[in-house]
């Protein structure tokens, strides 16, 4: 496409949006002459306070009720959520332990266990900064958000891309609760059940929530036995939690929760991408693996957190204590297939194997402690603050592996990496009503940000000298946020935001394969946004848009591959993005409800002196040589990564649901369909033929009835309904490895509400 200046972009996206809200606004339907029903308001606490979703000065977008039930079932884990929100993205090569985020583009395909990324998960308000705790199950569910855009004031630390925000449902004195369950093949079972109530009335209530998935294996191992088949799982959850309200001005709510899932990592499966040409060979077929070596992971963890709340009248104290343990080992065929020619090992396959890699990671240890306290006005008729301080500690130990496939899997390689992280922070931001229809909004926040690492090598594959790196990083840094919304008329509001995002330094040394490690400095990221928030058609519609640009200076990005598969962190000069997001949702008639959601994200990397080394196995680089440098088995060629987008980043995604119902007699027949589509994206930082997927396109749809007022309802599901074969990534240091979706799953659920 031809480039368009940023300014010109902004322009004409706005107007656009505009001019829509505003033809939508004014067009009175006949449905809505004819019907009182509206949507319903979405309360948020993006800012840390409960506002309405329109009045919220950024790009917001939310999950909830009935279609986030619809798209977490068939025990699907958090990454659901790809490409249900304009400009989210996700994916993992860990299984289920380890889900990467993508935020319009920004995010990190690191697979170290102590890997940072851009796009933070907070949990009921406490932030889960290590990648196997952003794997957290979702179950009896108020709402997710999703903020867009750099959330440094607020939220701090790792935020530059934007929040994934899970919002649990609280205790309450009122007895309710609810049982669903659900069959489908592959063995699956799937059980959720919530209840809750006062205990004491007015002084203690309580609610206990739980979940249970089971998946049989479909994927048949052709060089193992039937029990050591693959994709199975058994993953169980529990929360309880407790709301202490002493007296109207005090509240004490402790949560409790633990996880525990046993199961398999990602499935590898070498040489499925046809070199030279990209796409699946021929005869490819999702059921089927030819593994060597196991195939296991396994992952326990468990949190406890306290929210005190007291109001003082004129400003009200919030303090947020919260600890997380876990602890995972995953294990995997990493070549993907069997035999090595270059070991001297006859028969392999399938296609060309150079070399066995059968590795694994463990967290035998992770402590994570954090502590917030703020104080914040309590809706003053002109101005509002919020002012607090927030402490993080991280104490991580991570054990990495490697094994000899063909003397039954036994240890040749073993390194130690313990990491440590002490972070501070201090931030407040104001509100100002400036005019009746015009808020201002500006915050600042202070952080220091302190990490130590060692890693250590005892046990080398290739028989090299032990060996222990030392780093250590100590940075602070100013992040702050402007941003002003006016209200244009009763259903219009438009908004302007400006903000400043800060990045900790990290570091990696995954050293069973080589000898040192590499440290990645702060990066920032300054982002410019506007858009438009509108109610339209007299309440029965909501139309969002956004559009953006953003550069991130000294980006983080992890090379990764290469002919001694090293992972490499790596600072580029510059990244920009830019794009738009819409957020709609329609009661086109009083039995027929949609959403339709779209992005349009742009990524370019910006540095003519950044090169790398393209993967081992040979890929048809389509970028222009760079420099040769030395490598483990001599002279390696580079590639430059100038003009490249960035991994993982789709430019188009779009969603789309349409809910109709047919009411009957004490209740109501009901089709539930949703469907996905994100466009082509690269796997790498450089670009190959081999190494991207062309598209992804899921739908789903699930058909029942419901009794009464939503008592009790039955239902017919199907995931993936087309079957569609779509690689979700890919190994480059030894063959052409690659990973892909979920088959069709369906089956049926029952749910009960009390």
């Known amino acids: 496409m031809s480039m368009i200046s940023t300014p010109q972009l902004f322009k004409g996206l706005s107007v656009s949006a505009l001019a829509l809200a505003s033809a939508l606004t004014f067009t009175t339907a006949q449905a809505a002459e004819d019907s009182a029903m509206i949507l319903e308001e979405i309360v948020v606490t993006a800012q840390k306070r409960s506002q309405n979703l329109q009045d919220v000065p950024s790009s917001v977008a939310t999950l909830g009720g009935e279609k986030m039930d619809v798209l977490k079932g068939a025990g699907a ?55 196997i705790l952003k794997g957290a199950p979702i179950f009896d569910m108020d709402r997710v958000e999703v903020l867009r855009g750099p959330q440094g004031t607020l939220f701090g630390r790792n935020t530059i891309a934007g929040i994934i925000k899970l919002e649990s449902k609280k205790p309450t004195q009122e007895t309710n609760g609810y049982v669903r369950a659900s069959l489908g093949n592959f063995g699956a079972v799937e059980l959720e059940a919530a209840a809750g109530g006062a205990l004491v009335e007015d002084k203690l209530a309580v609610r206990i929530s739980g979940m249970y998935q089971r998946q049989g294996d479909w994927v048949d191992n052709t060089l193992s036995s039937p029990e050591k088949d693959l994709e199975d799982f058994v993953e169980a959850a529990a929360r309880l939690q407790l709301l202490l309200t002493p007296s109207d001005a005090t509240s004490f709510l402790l949560n409790g929760h633990i996880r525990s899932m046993d199961g398999t990592a990602t499935v590898f499966r070498a040489n499925i991408i046809e070199p030279g040409r990209g796409g699946f060979i021929q005869n490819f077929s999702r059921e089927r693996v030819h593994l060597d070596g196991r195939n296991e992971q396994a992952l326990d963890a ?56 059968e590795s694994a990671g463990e967290i035998p240890g992770l402590d994570q402690w954090t502590q917030e306290i703020r104080f914040s006005s309590n809706d003053n008729e002109m101005i509002n603050y919020q002012v607090g301080a927030f402490y993080f500690s991280e104490d991580l130990t991570i054990n990495n ?13 073993f390194a130690v990496q313990k990491q440590d992280i002490k972070a501070f922070a201090l931030f407040g931001n104001i509100d100002v009503n400036a005019t009746e229809d015009l808020k201002i909004t500006a915050g600042l926040r202070y952080s220091d940000d302190k ?53 900790a330094p990290s570091i990696q040394g995954r050293i069973v394969f080589g000898d040192a490690s590499s440290v990645a400095s702060s990066e920032t990221a300054y982002s410019y946004e506007m858009g438009i928030k509108a109610d339209v058609l007299e309440g029965r519609g909501r139309v969002n848009a956004t559009t953006y640009y953003y550069n991130v200076n000294d980006m983080q990005l992890t090379a990764v591959g290469g002919t001694s598969n090293v992972t490499k962190l790596i600072n580029a000069d510059k990244v920009e993005g830019y794009g738009f997001e819409a957020d709609m949702e329609f009661l086109v008639t009083d039995n027929l409800a949609t959403t339709l ?13 950044l090169f790398i080394v393209p993967g081992g196995s040979g890929p048809t680089t389509l970028d222009p040589t760079g420099p040769s440098i030395p490598g483990p088995f001599g002279p390696q060629a580079t ?12 430019e188009w995604v779009l969603n789309f649901t349409a809910r109709y119902s047919v009411p009957v007699e004490g209740g109501e027949f009901f089709a539930y369909t949703d469907w996905a589509y994100r466009s082509s994206i690269n796997f790498f930082l450089y670009e190959s033929v081999e190494f991207k997927d062309n598209f992804l396109l899921e739908g789903g749809l699930k058909a029942g009835y419901v009794h009464g007022d939503n008592e009790w309802q039955v239902a017919l599901y199907v995931r993936n309904i087309t079957n569609d074969l779509s690689l979700t990534g890919a190994i480059d240091f030894n063959n052409f490895t690659g990973f892909v979706n979920e088959p069709r799953k369906w089956g049926i659920e029952a749910k009960y509400n009390f």
């Open 597 to 609: 959601g779209l992005s349009y994200n742009k990524t370019q990397i910006k540095d003519n002196a």
């Open 302 to 357: 468990h949190g406890v957190n306290l929210k005190i709340v007291h109001d003082f009248d004129f400003m009200t104290f919030t303090s947020v204590t919260g600890y997380e343990h876990g602890k995972v080992f995953s294990r995997g065929d990493v070549d993907g297939g069997f035999g090595g020619v270059f070991d001297g090992q006859f028969p392999s396959g399938p296609g060309f194997i150079p070399f066995a890699s």
């Open 451 to 503: 990490k130590d690492f060692t890693a250590t090598r005892s046990q080398s594959p290739f028989g090299a000298p032990n060996v222990t790196v030392n780093n250590n990083t100590k940075e602070d840094n100013l992040s702050w946020d402007l941003s002003a919304i006016y209200t244009a008329n009763e259903d219009i509001n438009v908004f302007a935001r400006v903000a400043k995002g800060f990045r």
């Open 401 to 413: 592996y490697s094994y000899n496939s063909y003397t039954g899997g036994t240890q040749n390689g």
């Open 77 to 131: 884990d958090i990454k659901f959520m790809s490409a249900r929100v304009p400009s989210l993205y996700i994916e993992t090569s860990f299984g289920r332990t380890f889900p990467r985020f993508y935020i319009r583009g920004l995010g990190n395909s690191d697979f170290d266990l102590n890997a940072s990324q851009p796009v933070s998960l907070i949990y009921d308000e406490v932030v889960l900064e290590n990648p």
């Open 639 to 650: 590639v430059s990564l100038d003009g490249n987008p960035l991994p993982n980043s789709p």
